[in-house]
């Protein structure tokens, strides 16, 4: 699945890594953008920022690439060329927590060697307790959480801005593809999740406001909108509920998801409009994170396994050629062998296409890290393949099933270097295609599916041009 851009992995104890945090909420530039400026020195400003985790820290960071362009900085991939370096940070487990660290480590050096001159800290680790702590080992320069982001536009030499929920949003107009926050925060209190402290309780972003976000970014040329929130589906404002926000979306723009969804907000009414609506992606992400009831129990997360399946039957009827994915955490405190079963037993119940696997990662001012009944290293390590290896055969056995299908095929990054590697794209169902075309993201090819992968389908050469 191709979510993120410009992100690191956390590969070591997730399978398809993620971490969702939410994003800040939108920002009201107030200046209109400026040229690269160059310095007192004769030369351009550098920057380089680098994203962890999930699409929310995406989405932040393009709204900070805004504001650095915008104070005349050239963007730049390598720390080394860069004057300022933004490292934009997940928090949701301790391995995100220790891989920035890496980083702040080898930028502590590139300063001292006088070749990075400024570090910026944001996101959910600069919302965290162990920001200042960090601030101090590293010498970081700026640190922000994200609920204050916007604040890196006086440290870059921009007029300040205000934070408000205005369709004024900068970051992803003009490009093909658009995330647009329509929620922040989260109201569920899971026993593991360092989210609800660090972006605090819900806030729904107004509908009218989101509506007209969408008709300015579908006037400049987006051709498909991510809808984003911690629990998006959560989202509501005086008796109107997610579904009809999304029904309205649906209706401007021409290809539309959302993520990430929480089994307990799920309306029936909203994957039957994923089957009916030819404007959204057939593909659903649900989170479940264990199949045993007492694990469920434990985690706060205020459903029973029979009330998942009982979502994923209507989503299977109503969508027979969507996608599935959904997230698990093993390992937590507590889980039994028996645990352990039920998941793996719903793995097979529920043919996922794809699934996020975490191993717990105990969170400081979580209850679960105060829970006695810690799972061995090992253990989790076994729990983690053995839900991995589930989910990977139900994941190859419904790819296969796409072969020898033709698919209209939505470029999302476009072939890259001259060694023919192919272009990623997506079908309506929500696969992940590798295809060889030339044509610019945001385009459609259509293709026969040729052969498939766990993770991924290989389409053959396009018919026609692309649209
Ligand atoms: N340990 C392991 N996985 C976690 N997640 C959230 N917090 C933790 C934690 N402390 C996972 C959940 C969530 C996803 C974004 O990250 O599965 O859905
Ligand atoms: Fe965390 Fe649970 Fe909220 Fe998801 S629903 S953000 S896992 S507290």
């Known amino acids: 699945m191709s979510r993120r851009k410009n992100m690191s992995n956390e590969a070591e104890n997730t399978a398809h890594a993620t971490g969702k945090d939410l994003g800040a909420p939108p920002i009201l530039l107030t200046k209109k953008p400026t040229r690269a400026r160059v310095s007192a020195g004769g030369r351009t400003k550098t920057a380089c920022i680098r994203t962890f985790g999930c699409q929310m820290n995406v989405h932040d960071s393009d709204r900070m690439r805004r504001m650095i362009r915008d104070a005349g900085y050239a963007e730049v991939t390598r720390y080394e060329d860069a004057d300022l370096v933004v490292l934009n940070t997940c928090y949701v487990r301790e391995n995100a ?60 030499g921009l007029p300040g801005m205000e934070e408000t929920f205005t369709p004024e949003l900068p970051g992803t107009e003009g490009e093909h593809t658009a995330f647009v926050t329509i929620m922040t925060g989260c109201n569920y209190q899971c026993s593991y999740c360092v989210v609800p402290s660090v972006r605090g309780r819900m806030v729904c972003r107004p509908m009218e406001n989101v509506l007209l976000e969408v008709r300015r970014l579908v006037e400049s040329g987006t051709r498909y909108v991510t809808l984003l929130g911690q629990t998006v589906d959560a989202w509501r404002e005086d008796g109107r509920r997610f579904c009809d ?174 060694d023919g590697k192919a272009a990623v794209g997506e079908t309506w169902s929500g696969h992940a295609v590798h295809v060889v075309t030339d044509a610019e993201p945001g385009r459609y090819v259509t293709a026969k599916i040729e052969t498939a992968g766990p993770h991924v389908l290989y389409a053959g050469v396009p018919f026609g041009p692309p649209r």
């Open 245 to 418: 926000l999304l029904q309205r979306v649906a209706d401007i723009a021409p290809r539309v998801w959302f993520t990430t969804s929480h089994p307990s907000n799920m309306e029936d009414r909203t994957l039957r409009l994923i089957g009916q609506k030819d404007t959204l992606v057939k593909r659903l992400h649900l989170p479940v994170q264990s199949g045993s009831d007492r694990m469920l129990k434990i985690m706060h997360r205020g459903y029973k396994s029979e009330r998942y399946r009982r979502k994923i039957e209507v989503f299977r009827d109503a969508v027979p050629d969507g996608t599935l994915s959904t997230d698990i955490i093993v390992g937590h405190p507590r889980e039994t062998e028996g645990d352990h079963e039920e998941t793996l037993k719903l793995v097979e119940d529920c043919s996922f296409d794809a699934a996020y696997v975490f191993k717990f990662s105990p969170r400081r001012g979580t209850e679960a890290a105060e829970l006695p009944g810690t799972v061995p290293e090992e253990v989790a390590q076994r729990r983690f393949l053995e839900v991995l290896r589930a989910i990977e055969q139900s994941a190859f056995h419904r790819n296969r099933r796409k072969i020898g299908s033709v698919e209209e095929i939505y470029i999302r990054h476009g072939r890259t270097g001259e």
């Open 97 to 156: 927590v220790d891989r920035v660290r890496g980083h702040l480590g080898e930028l502590n050096r590139l300063k001292k060697e006088g070749r990075v001159k400024k570090v910026a800290l944001t996101g959910c680790i600069g919302a965290g307790q162990e920001a200042r702590d960090l601030e101090r080992a590293y010498g970081i320069d700026l640190v922000l959480g994200t609920h204050n982001t916007y604040e890196l536009a006086q440290f870059v």
